[in-house]
């Protein structure tokens, strides 16, 4: 996550994926929560930042790209598996 320290990218991470969870209904563990929202966080900022030049800054800004990042995981681990 850009511009976060690394306690608060676990737990910014840990409350979008938690956020995430709920949205999607899904049912994980506290670190796949952490683990989604961080790489949910990752993935979106590439997209971001490789189609409009750049992504969201601060903390909010980040946690809504890391929920979004972690509810497109969640989509797409559901389509692979074939629950979507």
Do not use: P
């Not at 971001?48 to 909010?60: C, D, K, N």
């Amino acid at each position: 996550m850009e511009g976060l320290g690394w306690i608060l990218t676990i737990v910014v991470g840990g409350l979008a994926g938690w956020i995430a969870e709920k949205i999607m209904k899904a049912d994980h563990g506290l670190l796949l929560n952490i683990v989604l929202g961080i790489l949910g966080a990752v993935v979106l900022n590439a997209i971001l930042y490789a189609i409009v030049g750049s992504t969201f800054g601060g903390i909010i800004g980040q946690l809504i790209v890391a929920i979004i990042g972690a509810c497109l995981l969640i989509w797409l681990f559901r389509l692979i598996r074939g629950r979507a």
